[in-house]
């Protein structure tokens, strides 16, 4: 498949995800200038072929703490990031959007998000980052709302288990999680590969779960008309 190929599917697979035409949950695992480790590279190459049947795994660019070197090193890794073949979303300003404007009413500091890759002669895919506590408190109602854990590596798993809980309940309704930058912060560890599997082991889960209860809805449902 070209790239422009994969670029067009990509978009048309995450656009049917915000649309609510595709049961999946998009993930998007941050990364920050100014390079990506090949091994890095292949590893997140890996992970989204091994959870594609349930997840869209996409890296998302978030913007780094100086900013005279912020565009310069966005974009060399945005470069990478296309040389690697991994799909890219950006954090982008929300402030202006009427979204931006209710979630600040509300108390929530949302961002948004944009995929890079769209088809030609298409609208931009995207939507916003609200705070996962926020998306719980004021539960989210939209695909396009991505419950956002930013750095919050410790007790992650307790933290995503709480989110899950309320999309089986039917309590919460998203589109997905992202996840802050999956290298090591200064003066923190490493982000395991064990921890971030065990993450989206529970989200794959969460979303065979949601389909097991569908079936069976429908499945009831026709035996109550014969």
Do not use: K
């Amino acid at each position: 498949m070209s790239a422009a190929s994969a670029d067009t599917a990509v978009a048309r697979r995450v656009r049917a995800i915000c649309d609510g035409h595709d049961d999946r949950l998009l993930v998007l695992l941050g990364v920050v200038p100014p390079s990506l480790r090949r091994d890095t590279g292949a590893w997140l190459r890996a992970l989204r072929a091994d959870y594609e049947d349930e997840l869209e795994l996409l890296t998302h660019v978030q913007r780094v703490a100086t900013p005279h070197v912020d565009d310069d090193a966005r974009a060399a890794l945005l470069r990478r990031l296309g040389r690697l073949r991994l799909p890219t979303a950006l954090v982008v300003d929300t402030s202006a959007t009427a979204y931006g404007r209710w979630c600040t009413r509300n108390g929530a500091t949302a961002h948004g998000w944009r995929l890079l890759e769209t088809a030609r002669g298409t609208a931009p895919v995207g939507g916003v980052l609200v705070p996962w506590r926020d998306c719980l408190a004021a539960p989210a109602t939209s695909r396009r709302v991505l419950a956002d854990f930013g750095h919050a590596w410790a007790g992650i798993d307790t933290s995503v288990a709480m989110l899950t809980d309320a999309l089986l309940a039917n309590d919460v309704q998203v589109g997905g999680i992202a996840l802050g930058d999956l290298l090591a912060q200064p003066g923190a560890a490493p982000v395991s590969p064990a921890r971030m599997t065990g993450v989206l082991d529970r989200l794959a889960n969460t979303v065979r779960l949601r389909r097991i209860t569908a079936a069976t809805r429908r499945t009831h449902s026709l035996r109550s008309r014969l």
